[in-house]
Structure formats: structure tokens, C-alpha cells
């Protein structure tokens, strides 16, 4: 217990006297993550969105691959970003390894498939209530995913924000891509695994609650930010 | 150039090993008002969707004598359990116009007009899921009126309405028809398939039971089932 305190203190101490290293690691772990999570999500809800709107036979497959693909632990997948982008790798000359741009990558692979999933089932059920009136109107398929996206846009907050969640919380893939290189890459989580690593309980627990906060802050504003607590279901 | 006459060959939709509709042949031409009736489950719903071309054909072919594409494009739908959009009544009577190339100020003017005729000025700014039944059946037609269909398909747009929201509608749906535009709709109030029609489809069993003018068949109907039906006994 007494250690939980001792991080909680030393969270409010950073916070405070506003830790040069604490501002910048921050810094680093929200610019990569949002970075992530708009490639991401540009991939990711038109894909989900278009699965919601395929028939079954075709669906149960991609989705059972979507699944799989959530499940994929995300080490292994740093390893594989590890071995593609390393010197002898096949895209070893572009010179990522152990840069944002890498960690960027490698969470944007973990987290595609979850905001896909999410996106595929949250508009499965629009679909279904649109499908007539989109298929009468002689729509375009670009027009039904716009129109599929726009109205469901707050559930697809939802798919992203997830995203964000998974993003910004993960150290396994971006640990082994990226390096943990001080003042280059190192961010919040893989600071933790370090501090952990090195005996610091208290600092590790202090980056830790402000890594939570940091999660929580993001949720709230993005959610203020649209309105969708007004809004009411839509 | 118009769609009509539309021809609809041998068409059969069958699902799960059953036909729903047909075989069956039917012509529409470019006038007046097609009440189409029948018992529960009959295939009334099947053969308006199989005639505006969003039901899929398990054998024969509808034929416009218009382009296929145009001929889709001129046509609208207004479905048995209203499809409302998750936006404002405004935006939803605006959407089928904002997907073809029409200025914002074009279609402001015509939502306003439509939403005036159908009586849903008041509502434009709100939601649409807080529309009543009614409201919402209303907003349906609107949306479909919008586009200044040549014909219009209607699916019991009046089913659990109340009378005066009905004469409503019907109103608005007169008003269309002194305007030339063509009409196929579904009814189970014979009232209002007496007010409305001038042919009759009587549909058993996904077929064409008998088809007739609407004043040769309310006053005589030639077939057996008809005539119950139009008695109020049970079809069998
Ligand atoms: N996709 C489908 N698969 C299997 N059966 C279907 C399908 N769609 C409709 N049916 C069946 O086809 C029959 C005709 O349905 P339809 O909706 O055309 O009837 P309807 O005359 O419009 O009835 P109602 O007056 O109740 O609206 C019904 O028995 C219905 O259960
Ligand atoms: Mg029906």
C-alpha cells in the first residue's frame, strides 16, 4: 500500500514542478499514438464499415480474420515490424528501426483490427435500417459509406477512442521497435517498464497514474468536443 | 422519356425454396392509380419491390421503356415501416437530393416546399426519432416527394394511422395525382383503395388474382377469393 502512495506522490510531484523528461516523453507518447490512431482509423472504418455491409458469406470470414488478428499479441508483432525493418529486413534501408515513425506503424498494425471489428458490428445494425432506402435511392457505394460513417459517427468515437485506449497503454511492440532511447523514443510506457526494470516503484507508479490520466483526459475532451453527451443516442 | 409503359415477364422471386411472387406478367401504363390489395402475406410488399427493382429476380425481367438507369432514377419508394435517418427531419427530407449535384439553396427551397405540403414545417429542426407514427410516415412521403418522382411506390403508407392523419396523406397524395404523377401503393383500408383507385391488383398467394378497373372491380368482382375479400371474410 505504502508504495501505491509513494507513486501517487510522486505523480502530483511531477506534475508540479512540471518534469522537463515527464513533459516530453508525454509529449511523444500522445504524438505517436494519435498519430496511430488516425492512420488507423482512416483504414480501418471504411474497411469495417464496408463489412457491414457485405452479406454473410464473405463476412464470417473477414471477421473471423479481424478476430484473429485482435488476438495477435502484440510483441510478436513488434518483432515482425522488428525483422521487416531492420538493416537486413526488406525495408531495412528506409532507416526506421528505432524511430517514432516504426512505433507509429506498429501500433497502427495492432490496433486496425480492433476499430474494423468495432466499426463492423456498431453499423451492422444502421445498415440494416438504411439498406432499402440507400438500395431505392440507386446510391453509389461511396454514398453509403459516407452516409453510413456520418450517421454513425459517434459509435465510430467509440471504435476509435478504443483504439486510443489499446494505443497509448501498450509497451510490447513499441519497446522492441522502437528502442526506449531516451530523448528519442522513449515513451510513457516503455519509461514504466524501465523504472520498473530498475527497482523505481515510484516513479514507475507516478508515470503510471499520469498515463491513466492521460487516457481519461483524452476520453473526456474528445467526448465533450462532439457533443455527444447532448446529443442523446442521436 | 418516360418509363412507361413498364412490362414485367413471367417474374418470379423466390426465397428459401418458395416463391414468394409469380410466376407473373403484368403492364403498367402512365396514368392513374394502381391500388394493389390482398390478404396478409400475400406478396404485396415482394411485387412493389420487384417492380421498382429492388427485390431480386429469380427468373423473368421488368422492362422500362426508358433507359434502366433513368428509369430507377425516376422512381421513388416509401416502405411499409418508414426508414428514418438518424438526423433532422430537414436533413432527412434533403437526402436524397444532396446525392446528385443540386446547390444547398436548390434544396433548401425544395425541402421547404415539400415539408409545407406534408405539414412538417414545424418539426424541420428537430430529430427525427422524436416524430410520431404518423409524423414519421410523413416524413417518409416528403423524402420520396423530394425527388419529383415520375412514379411512386407506397407500401401501406397509412398502416396504424389514425383518420384524419390518413385524409392527411391522402390529401397530399390527390394533390400528386392531379399533378400526372404515376402511383402504385398498397392498402389493407378499403376505404381508401375505394377513394384512391382507379385499377385494381388484387394479389393471392404471390399471384395476380384479378386485375380490373376500380369501379368494375368493387361493384363486381369476377373471382370468388375477391369477393370475400372484399366482404371481410377470411381468404383462404
Ligand atoms: N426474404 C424472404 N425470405 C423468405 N420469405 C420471405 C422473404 N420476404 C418475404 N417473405 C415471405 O413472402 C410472403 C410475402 O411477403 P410480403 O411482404 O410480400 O407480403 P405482403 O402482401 O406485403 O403482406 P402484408 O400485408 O402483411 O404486408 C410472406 O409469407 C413472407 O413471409
Ligand atoms: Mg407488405
Redesign the pocket.
Given at each position: 500500500m505504502g508504495e501505491l502512495w509513494e507513486g501517487l506522490a510522486q505523480a502530483v510531484r511531477l506534475l508540479i514542478t512540471f518534469d522537463s523528461d515527464l513533459v516530453e516523453i508525454t509529449l511523444r507518447s500522445l504524438a505517436v499514438t494519435c498519430t496511430a490512431v488516425v492512420i488507423a482509423s482512416a483504414i480501418a472504418l471504411p474497411l469495417g464499415a464496408i463489412l457491414a455491409m457485405r452479406r454473410f458469406k464473405y463476412r464470417r470470414l473477414t471477421i473471423a480474420i479481424l478476430n484473429a488478428l485482435m488476438g495477435l499479441p502484440p510483441v510478436v508483432v513488434g518483432l515482425i515490424v522488428y525483422v521487416i525493418f531492420s538493416r537486413s529486413g526488406p525495408l531495412g534501408v528506409l532507416g526506421l528501426l528505432f524511430t517514432p515513425t516504426v512505433m507509429v506503424i506498429a501500433q497502427v498494425i495492432i490496433i486496425v483490427p480492433l476499430i474494423a471489428s468495432i466499426t463492423q458490428q456498431a453499423l451492422r445494425e444502421l445498415w440494416s435500417d438504411y439498406r432499402d432506402l440507400l438500395i431505392s435511392l440507386n446510391t453509389t457505394i461511396p454514398q453509403r459509406l459516407g452516409t453510413l460513417l456520418w450517421d454513425g459517427r459517434r459509435a465510430l468515437l467509440t471504435a476509435s477512442l478504443a483504439g486510443f485506449g489499446r494505443a497509448i497503454g501498450e509497451v510490447g511492440a513499441i519497446m522492441i521497435v522502437g528502442g526506449n532511447i531516451d530523448n528519442h523514443t522513449r515513451v510513457l510506457t516503455t519509461a514504466i517498464a524501465l523504472e520498473t526494470g530498475k527497482g523505481e516503484f515510484a516513479m514507475a507508479l507516478g508515470l503510471g497514474f499520469i498515463l491513466i490520466a492521460l487516457a481519461i483526459a483524452v476520453n473526456i475532451a474528445i467526448h465533450t468536443l462532439s457533443h455527444t453527451e447532448q446529443e442523446g443516442r442521436w | 422519356m418516360s418509363m412507361f409503359p413498364i412490362h414485367a415477364r413471367a417474374i418470379t422471386v423466390r426465397?428459401?425454396g418458395?416463391d414468394?411472387?409469380g410466376p407473373l406478367d403484368l403492364s403498367l401504363e402512365g396514368q392513374g392509380v394502381t391500388i394493389v390489395i390482398?390478404?396478409?402475406?400475400?406478396?404485396?410488399?415482394?411485387?412493389?419491390?420487384a417492380l421498382h427493382g429492388i427485390e431480386r429476380l429469380s427468373k423473368g425481367e421488368i422492362t422500362y421503356a426508358s433507359p434502366r438507369p433513368e428509369a430507377l432514377a425516376a422512381q421513388a419508394f416509401v416502405f411499409?415501416s418508414p426508414v428514418i435517418m438518424r438526423r433532422t427531419v430537414r436533413e432527412n427530407m434533403a437526402y436524397p437530393l444532396s446525392l446528385r449535384n443540386m446547390s444547398k439553396s436548390e434544396i433548401s427551397s425544395r425541402v421547404d416546399e415539400v415539408a409545407e405540403r406534408v405539414g412538417l414545417t414545424f418539426a424541420l429542426n428537430r430529430p427525427a426519432r422524436v416524430l410520431s407514427g404518423g409524423e414519421r410516415q410523413k416524413l417518409a412521403l416528403g423524402r420520396a416527394l423530394t425527388l419529383r418522382p415520375e412514379l411512386l411506390f407506397l407500401?401501406?403508407p397509412c398502416a396504424s394511422l389514425d383518420g384524419r392523419a390518413t385524409r392527411e396523406i391522402e390529401d397530399v397524395l390527390n394533390h400528386e395525382i392531379s399533378r400526372g404523377r404515376r402511383i402504385i401503393m398498397?392498402t389493407?383500408n378499403m376505404g381508401q383503395a375505394r377513394r384512391l383507385a382507379q385499377d385494381v391488383l388484387f394479389?393471392h398467394k404471390?399471384q395476380i388474382h384479378e386485375a380490373a378497373p376500380a369501379d368494375q372491380f368493387f361493384t363486381a368482382a369476377s373471382t370468388d377469393a375477391a369477393r370475400a375479400f372484399l366482404n371481410g371474410d377470411i381468404v383462404e
Amino acid at each position: 500500500m505504502g508504495e501505491l502512495w509513494e507513486g501517487l506522490a510522486q505523480a502530483v510531484r511531477l506534475l508540479i514542478t512540471f518534469d522537463s523528461d515527464l513533459v516530453e516523453i508525454t509529449l511523444r507518447s500522445l504524438a505517436v499514438t494519435c498519430t496511430a490512431v488516425v492512420i488507423a482509423s482512416a483504414i480501418a472504418l471504411p474497411l469495417g464499415a464496408i463489412l457491414a455491409m457485405r452479406r454473410f458469406k464473405y463476412r464470417r470470414l473477414t471477421i473471423a480474420i479481424l478476430n484473429a488478428l485482435m488476438g495477435l499479441p502484440p510483441v510478436v508483432v513488434g518483432l515482425i515490424v522488428y525483422v521487416i525493418f531492420s538493416r537486413s529486413g526488406p525495408l531495412g534501408v528506409l532507416g526506421l528501426l528505432f524511430t517514432p515513425t516504426v512505433m507509429v506503424i506498429a501500433q497502427v498494425i495492432i490496433i486496425v483490427p480492433l476499430i474494423a471489428s468495432i466499426t463492423q458490428q456498431a453499423l451492422r445494425e444502421l445498415w440494416s435500417d438504411y439498406r432499402d432506402l440507400l438500395i431505392s435511392l440507386n446510391t453509389t457505394i461511396p454514398q453509403r459509406l459516407g452516409t453510413l460513417l456520418w450517421d454513425g459517427r459517434r459509435a465510430l468515437l467509440t471504435a476509435s477512442l478504443a483504439g486510443f485506449g489499446r494505443a497509448i497503454g501498450e509497451v510490447g511492440a513499441i519497446m522492441i521497435v522502437g528502442g526506449n532511447i531516451d530523448n528519442h523514443t522513449r515513451v510513457l510506457t516503455t519509461a514504466i517498464a524501465l523504472e520498473t526494470g530498475k527497482g523505481e516503484f515510484a516513479m514507475a507508479l507516478g508515470l503510471g497514474f499520469i498515463l491513466i490520466a492521460l487516457a481519461i483526459a483524452v476520453n473526456i475532451a474528445i467526448h465533450t468536443l462532439s457533443h455527444t453527451e447532448q446529443e442523446g443516442r442521436w | 422519356m418516360s418509363m412507361f409503359p413498364i412490362h414485367a415477364r413471367a417474374i418470379t422471386v423466390r426465397r428459401r425454396g418458395r416463391d414468394l411472387i409469380g410466376p407473373l406478367d403484368l403492364s403498367l401504363e402512365g396514368q392513374g392509380v394502381t391500388i394493389v390489395i390482398g390478404p396478409n402475406g400475400a406478396g404485396k410488399t415482394t411485387l412493389l419491390r420487384a417492380l421498382h427493382g429492388i427485390e431480386r429476380l429469380s427468373k423473368g425481367e421488368i422492362t422500362y421503356a426508358s433507359p434502366r438507369p433513368e428509369a430507377l432514377a425516376a422512381q421513388a419508394f416509401v416502405f411499409q415501416s418508414p426508414v428514418i435517418m438518424r438526423r433532422t427531419v430537414r436533413e432527412n427530407m434533403a437526402y436524397p437530393l444532396s446525392l446528385r449535384n443540386m446547390s444547398k439553396s436548390e434544396i433548401s427551397s425544395r425541402v421547404d416546399e415539400v415539408a409545407e405540403r406534408v405539414g412538417l414545417t414545424f418539426a424541420l429542426n428537430r430529430p427525427a426519432r422524436v416524430l410520431s407514427g404518423g409524423e414519421r410516415q410523413k416524413l417518409a412521403l416528403g423524402r420520396a416527394l423530394t425527388l419529383r418522382p415520375e412514379l411512386l411506390f407506397l407500401d401501406e403508407p397509412c398502416a396504424s394511422l389514425d383518420g384524419r392523419a390518413t385524409r392527411e396523406i391522402e390529401d397530399v397524395l390527390n394533390h400528386e395525382i392531379s399533378r400526372g404523377r404515376r402511383i402504385i401503393m398498397s392498402t389493407h383500408n378499403m376505404g381508401q383503395a375505394r377513394r384512391l383507385a382507379q385499377d385494381v391488383l388484387f394479389i393471392h398467394k404471390g399471384q395476380i388474382h384479378e386485375a380490373a378497373p376500380a369501379d368494375q372491380f368493387f361493384t363486381a368482382a369476377s373471382t370468388d377469393a375477391a369477393r370475400a375479400f372484399l366482404n371481410g371474410d377470411i381468404v383462404e
